[in-house]
Nanobody, 115 residues
Framework: VQLLESGGGLVQAGGSLRLSCAAS????????MGWYRQAPGKQREMVAT????????NYADSVKGRFTISRDNAKNTMYLQMNSLKPEDTAVYFC?????????WGPGTQVTVSS
């Protein structure tokens, strides 16, 4: 499975961005999709995940109530709607998909939130 993120950019604190992750290849085997982020000098951390079947979601405490993960199975695309952005949300955001015996990362998209 190949992934490509888009939608990152520079935004002021309090603003919004919508990230997209388009998947291609053997997308029928995907069970879980998720967004992760990595800030400079920090470890990569989970932001949100969604189960392909049923749509069960999970969020990091730091983004609950501000971020929403969703997916469009017909378009093989996952989204992350980010509202009320804070400077501490600044990071490279990566999408991840996983299925039986595999996991694939996208190249990442930069999100910068200015104060």
């Amino acid at each position: 499975v190949q992934l490509l993120e888009s939608g990152g950019g520079l935004v002021q604190a309090g603003g919004s961005l919508r990230l997209s992750c388009a998947a291609s290849g053997s997308t029928f085997s995907i069970n879980v999709m998720g967004w992760y982020r990595q800030a400079p000098g920090k470890q990569r951390e989970m932001v949100a995940t969604i189960i392909s079947g049923g749509g069960i979601t999970n969020y990091a405490d730091s983004v609950k109530g501000r971020f929403t993960i969703s997916r469009d199975n017909a378009k093989n695309t996952m989204y992350l709607q980010m509202n009320s952005l804070k400077p501490e949300d600044t990071a490279v955001y990566f999408c991840l998909v996983a299925g039986p015996g595999f996991g694939s990362w996208g190249p990442g998209t930069q999100v910068t939130v200015s104060s």
